[in-house]
């Protein structure tokens, strides 16, 4: 079975520049979620969705984050305008039934801002 | 207090060696515990849910204390690819997501 997606796998680009980061979930997970990893703050939950609807987008950093989720099978998050500050690892994950299931994670966006 | 705790570690220690990882947890209503593990660059992979009565998967067991709120990690007769960020998962103070440790570092040698 097919995991979680994530692309790009990394991405480089100059502070100012927008940012597209995708997830596809696992085929029928209800709930997804974005995390944000660096080394100083650990994983942060940024925000999560149950059926396509935003439920918590409380740990967004700024307005310079969005996220959607137009169907099922696709989630992007963006930045825009990007800063040094929001290079970090960006991880993607679906669960099945409940957000206080087991999530299952992809592989990562590691995202540098220069 | 912190949502959930970990010591950073590192913990190195030789191969058979029997190693335990422990984590505080703020929200005394949290139901749902996990451990999950890391490995360089890479992403966070369920390790094994942590249950009431505690519960042991190989070399691996699971305890939960709720009087004092901490759950443990025991790894017995450690193997060189046990080397790697233990994370310990619990869920929000609404319930409705969870919230992750940073982690402890486990180095396992020759």
């Known amino acids: 079975d097919a995991g979680v997606i994530q692309s790009p796998r990394h991405e480089v680009t100059e502070m100012g520049q927008e940012v597209t980061l995708r997830c596809k979930p696992i085929s029928g997970h209800d709930y997804l979620f974005w995390y944000r990893q660096t080394m100083m703050r650990g994983l942060e939950l940024l925000i999560y969705f149950n059926n396509n609807v935003p439920i918590d987008d409380s740990g967004m950093p700024e307005d310079r984050f969005s996220a959607k989720m137009p169907n099922a099978s696709f989630s992007t998050l963006k930045i825009q305008p990007s800063e040094p500050r929001d290079s970090a690892v960006y991880f993607c994950?679906?669960?099945?039934?409940?957000?206080?299931?087991?999530?299952?994670f992809g592989d990562g966006t590691r995202l540098s801002i220069l | 207090r912190k949502e959930v705790e970990q010591d950073p570690g590192p913990f190195n220690v030789p191969e058979g060696a029997t190693v335990a990882f422990n984590c505080t947890y703020s929200?005394?209503?949290?139901?749902?515990f996990f451990w999950y593990r890391q490995d360089c660059r890479k992403e966070p992979k369920l390790l094994m849910s942590v249950y009431s009565s505690g519960n042991e998967d190989g070399r691996f067991t699971a305890q939960l204390n709720r009087a004092s709120q901490y759950i443990s990690l025991l790894i017995r007769d450690s193997k060189l690819s046990d080397s790697a960020t233990y994370l310990c998962?619990?869920?929000?103070?609404?319930?409705?997501?969870?919230?992750f440790g940073k982690g402890t570092t486990l180095s396992v040698s020759s």
């Open positions: 994950a679906s669960s099945l039934t409940h957000s206080n299931q087991p999530q299952h």
């Open positions: 929200n005394s209503a949290s139901q749902s």
């Open positions: 998962v619990v869920n929000n103070q609404a319930g409705t997501a969870l919230i």
